[in-house]
């Protein structure tokens, strides 16, 4: 698909709007902007995000998942995750559940870099990865790691001040010299084979473990239901557009004022379908021992909107590198002991067993 000419998105099916943020303009601080942004964060969780000056370092970063996932999967599953929770390294087709049932698994793959291990390199922080990878380490992915997480801290620092907490605080969370779960992951999923699997999940339904993720494609696929929905629809790809969306731990860490919502990845529409389907995503994670919580005694606005949700938990009792582990360990389906794993996968989704 890499590098192809791909057939357009059709018209004919239901997808969801997005306000389009231009990243040039919040960095500018400009206002309305900043405002934009913030009612797509607090309302679907949601937006496009366009003018982020990273399409040279995407294309690159296309090319190394290519490369990787095009070896031999005897040498790809010598990096492949296991069953205890890792997140970082290859994971093969077929290792996920996909619904409470167990009765289908997905069948995507993935490698998944870690953001220590890229800043860091050549030491080795966390794991060791494919030849593929660390020979464009250096030039290809710590480049695009450090273009993501500059957009990453501009978003952070405008929702620090939305919520009223005191300078830095975001930033302090997710700070880039202390180890966390940020990483890069490239995504293959197969040209559909099978028209009655058109609507089935490829990748299950899910909010995003992190804080803040990146997403570039050149595919449809990703769908969202929000809030008062009960249909899913597709979030249309746009050329040269990022597709941003909120996760758990800015939901939680905000009394939920910002909206981490449930997505899922089908095959593609149309045309579309016949096609291999490649993403490329930066995850925003917390530093991995920090608890995730609400800022409530940091923040007024968050004391507030915590008060105005007494039938919601935000004390998790988990450090972002727990909650990461539990839910990561509870899709494998060699871990399934029935639907209570699947619960046990879940994190801040409103309709946890939508599939």
Same mark, same amino acid.
């Given at each position: $698909? /890499?590098? @192809?000419?791909?057939?357009?998105?059709?018209?004919?099916?239901?997808?969801?709007?997005?306000? +389009?943020?231009?990243?040039?303009?919040?960095? !500018?601080?400009?206002?309305?902007?900043?405002? &934009?942004?913030?009612?797509?964060?607090?309302?679907?969780?949601?937006?496009? /995000?366009?003018?982020?000056?990273?399409?040279?370092?995407?294309?690159?970063?296309?090319?190394?998942?290519?490369?990787?996932? *095009?070896?031999?999967?005897?040498?790809? $599953?010598?990096?492949?995750?296991?069953?205890?929770?890792?997140?970082?390294?290859?994971?093969?087709?077929?290792?996920? *559940?996909?619904?409470?049932?167990?009765?289908?698994?997905?069948? =995507?793959?993935?490698?998944?870099?870690?953001?220590?291990?890229?800043?860091?390199?050549?030491?080795?922080?966390?794991?060791?990865?494919?030849?593929?990878?660390?020979?464009?380490?250096?030039? @290809?992915?710590?480049?695009?790691? %450090?273009? #993501?997480?500059?957009?990453?801290?501009?978003? /952070?620092?405008?929702?620090?001040?939305?919520?009223?907490?005191?300078?830095?605080?975001?930033?302090?969370?997710?700070?880039?010299?202390?180890?966390? !779960?940020?990483?890069?992951?490239?995504? %293959?999923?197969?040209?559909?084979?099978?028209?009655?699997?058109?609507?089935?999940?490829?990748?299950?339904?899910?909010?995003?473990?992190?804080?803040?993720? =990146?997403?570039?494609?050149?595919?449809?696929?990703?769908?969202?239901?929000?809030?008062?929905?009960?249909?899913?629809?597709?979030?249309?790809?746009?050329?040269?557009?990022?597709?941003?969306?909120?996760?758990?731990? /800015?939901? +939680?860490?905000?009394?939920? =004022?910002?909206?981490?919502?449930?997505?899922?990845?089908?095959?593609?529409?149309?045309?579309?379908?016949?096609?291999?389907?490649?993403?490329?995503?930066?995850?925003?994670?917390?530093?991995?021992?920090?608890?995730?919580?609400?800022?409530?005694?940091? #923040?007024? +606005? +968050?004391?507030?909107?915590?008060?105005?949700?007494?039938?919601?938990?935000?004390?998790?009792?988990?450090? !972002?590198?727990?909650?990461? !582990? &539990?839910?990561?360990?509870?899709?494998?389906?060699?871990? &399934?002991?029935?639907?209570?794993?699947?619960?046990?996968?879940?994190?801040?989704?409103?309709?946890?067993?939508?599939?």
């Amino acid at each position: $698909m /890499l590098g @192809t000419s791909l057939p357009p998105f059709p018209d004919e099916v239901r997808t969801h709007p997005l306000l +389009i943020i231009d990243y040039e303009l919040i960095k !500018a601080g400009d206002k309305e902007e900043i405002d &934009r942004l913030w009612e797509a964060a607090t309302t679907l969780g949601f937006w496009y /995000l366009k003018n982020h000056r990273a399409d040279h370092e995407v294309d690159d970063m296309f090319d190394v998942g290519a490369e990787t996932l *095009a070896l031999p999967l005897e040498e790809r $599953m010598k990096f492949e995750q296991g069953d205890n929770g890792q997140s970082f390294g290859y994971k093969k087709v077929g290792a996920q *559940a996909i619904d409470g049932t167990g009765k289908f698994v997905d069948n =995507i793959e993935f490698i998944n870099v870690s953001k220590d291990d890229a800043l860091a390199y050549p030491q080795v922080v966390h794991l060791t990865y494919p030849s593929t990878v660390n020979a464009r380490m250096e030039n @290809t992915v710590a480049p695009f790691v %450090r273009k #993501s997480l500059d957009v990453t801290y501009v978003v /952070l620092n405008i929702f620090n001040d939305k919520l009223g907490l005191p300078e830095g605080t975001l930033e302090s969370l997710h700070a880039m010299d202390e180890h966390s !779960a940020c990483e890069v992951r490239c995504t %293959r999923s197969p040209p559909l084979q099978d028209k009655a699997a058109m609507d089935r999940a490829v990748l299950a339904a899910h909010t995003d473990f992190g804080s803040l993720t =990146i997403l570039h494609n050149r595919l449809g696929g990703l769908q969202v239901m929000p809030p008062g929905h009960d249909k899913w629809s597709y979030v249309r790809p746009i050329p040269g557009h990022a597709i941003c969306n909120i996760a758990d731990a /800015l939901s +939680i860490f905000s009394g939920g =004022i910002l909206q981490s919502n449930i997505h899922r990845v089908v095959p593609p529409p149309g045309a579309q379908a016949e096609y291999e389907r490649w993403s490329l995503v930066f995850f925003t994670r917390p530093t991995s021992s920090k608890v995730l919580r609400a800022l409530v005694e940091s #923040s007024p +606005i +968050i004391a507030d909107a915590v008060k105005g949700q007494p039938d919601r938990d935000f004390e998790s009792g988990s450090t !972002a590198a727990d909650w990461l !582990a &539990r839910r990561v360990r509870n899709q494998r389906i060699n871990n &399934r002991r029935g639907p209570d794993t699947w619960a046990a996968s879940r994190g801040t989704e409103h309709t946890p067993t939508a599939a």
